[in-house]
């Protein structure tokens, strides 16, 4: 059975961690700037986001950090994350590919007509 | 204070709307990740940012809620409720023959069967054709309601451990008697102890359905005090009907002259308590043409050994303190569903009462809803939330 598409705030999350284990903030950060800007996760949007995919095997945790008092978790994606991530990108890339024919073909007859 | 003080001091307040456990593992990381993107010198977190934490917070309890449900306590809750229900069905219906059969005789087989106790022949009696409905039919209905015999197979099916089947069971009875019911134009489900019945067996139906595990059947309970204090609530619930009904001679009684002679005569208070107008409270109470007496003798032993077998069977469980709370839940709902029935007055004649098998429908349905939604089995021995790593 296919599964659900994911949601873009964790499809950018799952992104941002497929470059290696991160920290909360720097998943913020990250996905700003994988997003060009557009996306800016709130703590709180980012943590029950988390929740959801540690509860679900994508994510897990990676190891504990403190700097200037604070602690830092890091998050590191799991092969489970890896494969649906994948299965994401590939699904995203067909359906695009799909799009894109589909314009090229319109344009073309709208050239044609026009 | 400083101004990083100032906000941490109120984020914390905002990290308060978390589960405890939760906050546990991840206050300090939410609380690093709201300061490192803490704009410099802010003093109060902004509304959007505080809405988010709340917001997310209710959703992280609702989700840990919805993990416990497949944990180990709602497992264990929901294996003794299956057990307690049957046996509980059983208590009673023998509870009732007992009293009535040391009262007047115990019939026969037959009496015995369709739930006749201290009527002997009425079996033998019920063949003969009336204007409401065929005696078989109300035969069989009755063997399905007040008779002995279902109740004592759920009760077999589930201590053996046999779920499915149990369940199966359980769901038919109230559907054949709604069937058998509605299609003959039979006014039974208008009775208070029938909107019990199907409520019970529409429980112990739904129960099993949503069972996270299969039920453990004799080991849910500590079997040796519950069946001692089972025998004592049976013994007792017998005391107080036969001790009642001696006290409660129906016989007339002077208004006038009882208000000078209640103080000295404490019959004469029930007497006159068994003529107080029968209106909505008289319904609710289960009060029919009897009065108050009847209430007591029926009623109040049905509630007072559902209340006692209940409270003994628990405490001599070996489920925990958070197991029995649970257990409230739906003993709870069955008391508001056993309320609202008791509102809708029965429709006059061969019409029958519709009304009052909505609740039982509405459980059947909800539990077939429930089992389709959710049709991979749960697992309630694996974790419900990966244990992040020690701060």
New interface residues.
């Given amino acids: 059975m296919s599964e659900r598409p994911l949601h873009e705030p964790t499809f950018l999350m799952l992104t941002a961690l497929a470059k290696g284990p991160q920290h909360g903030y720097g998943i913020i950060t990250d996905v700003e700037q994988i997003s060009g800007g557009r996306v800016r996760l709130r703590a709180g949007t980012l943590y029950a986001a988390l929740d959801r995919v540690v509860a679900e095997g994508l994510v897990e945790a990676d190891r504990d950090e403190v700097v200037d008092g604070r602690l830092r978790r890091y998050y590191r994606l799991t092969q489970r994350g890896d494969d649906r991530l994948a299965a994401e990108v590939a699904r995203l890339q067909h359906n695009a590919a799909v799009a894109a024919g589909r314009l090229e073909v319109r344009r073309r007859a709208f050239g044609g007509l026009a | 204070m400083t101004a990083a003080g100032g906000l941490e001091k109120s984020y914390r307040r905002l990290l308060r709307w978390y589960p405890a456990l ?1 906050r546990h593992r ?1 206050e ?10 803490a704009r410099p010198g802010q003093r109060r977190p902004g509304a ?2 505080s809405a ?6 209710l ?2 309890r609702i ?1 840990m809620a919805a ?1 416990r449900a497949d944990s180990r306590p709602w497992a264990a809750a929901l294996a003794l409720t299956a057990m307690l229900l049957p046996l509980l069905m059983v208590l009673l219906k023998l509870t009732l023959f007992l009293d009535r059969g040391v009262q007047y005789g115990f019939g026969s087989p037959a009496d015995i069967l369709i739930g006749a106790y201290g009527e002997p022949g009425s079996f033998a009696r019920s063949f003969q054709l009336n204007s409401y409905s065929i005696a078989f039919t109300g035969n069989v209905t009755d063997a399905l309601t007040a008779g002995p015999v279902p109740a004592l197979a759920l009760a077999g099916l589930v201590c053996l451990g046999w779920r499915r089947a149990a369940a199966a069971f359980a769901a038919f009875v109230p559907l054949a008697f709604l069937a058998i019911s509605l299609t003959n134009g039979y006014t039974l489900l208008a009775a208070p102890r029938v909107d019990v019945t199907l409520y019970a067996y529409g429980l112990e139906a739904l129960v099993l359905l949503i069972a996270p595990s299969a039920p453990r059947g004799w080991h849910a309970l500590r079997w040796r005090p519950s069946a001692l204090l089972a025998a004592a609530t049976v013994a007792a619930a017998i005391g107080m009907n036969g001790g009642l009904r001696s006290l409660l001679p129906a016989r007339p009684v002077n208004p006038t002259a009882l208000r000078l002679r209640l103080l000295r005569d404490p019959r004469l208070f029930r007497d006159y308590l068994a003529r107080i107008p029968h209106g909505f409270i008289d319904r609710l109470f289960g009060i029919g043409a009897g009065g108050w007496g009847d209430w007591l003798l029926y009623q109040g032993t049905l509630v007072a050994v559902i209340i006692v077998a209940l409270t003994i069977m628990l405490v001599s469980s070996a489920a925990n303190r958070r197991v029995v709370a649970l257990l409230g839940f739906p003993f709870a709902l069955g008391a508001v569903i056993y309320l609202c029935t008791l509102t809708n007055p029965p429709l006059p004649g061969a019409a029958g009462n519709a009304l009052i098998a909505i609740p039982v429908l509405l459980i059947l349905l909800a539990a077939m809803a429930f089992v389709l939604a959710n049709s991979r089995p749960a697992d309630p021995d694996s974790p ?3 244990a ?4």
Avoid: Q
């Fill in positions: 939760y991840h300090e990381e939410i609380l690093g990740v709201l300061m490192s993107a959007r940012e988010d934490l709340v917001w997310s917070a959703k992280i989700r993990r419900s939330h990966p992040a790593p020690a701060a």
